[in-house]
């Protein structure tokens, strides 16, 4: 028995962050929905307080929550088209893949 030693572990090949079960299109779809006017409560919430939703800012430029949800949606639908073509940006590419913010790659100055 000591030759079928057994070890017990979870792989993950998945992103960093991501949900299971949750695609990002769906992601898209959500805010689709809220910009032509049939998001439910929940999709609402999520589009407000979720990583890649909408900010308060966008609302208040737009005008409203369905103009800035359409806006993001658009832009999202953009971007996964361009990864998806590989005619993304490596910026573009990392939110995409949600491994890191390009602004963590830049050096930053610390004052001595």
Known sequence: MQDQEVYDFLEHFGVKGMQWGVRRDNRVESLAK???????LKDKTKA???PNG???GSIIKNKGLKEAAQKRADKLTERNYKVRSGEASVK???AYYG???FTDL?????KN
């Open 106 to 110: 830049i050096p930053t100055r610390t």
């Open 92 to 94: 573009q590419t990392l």
């Open 34 to 40: 809220i910009g032509r006017g049939e998001g439910s």
């Open 48 to 50: 407000i307080l979720g």
């Open 54 to 56: 909408v900010t308060v």
């Open 99 to 101: 491994g890191t913010r």
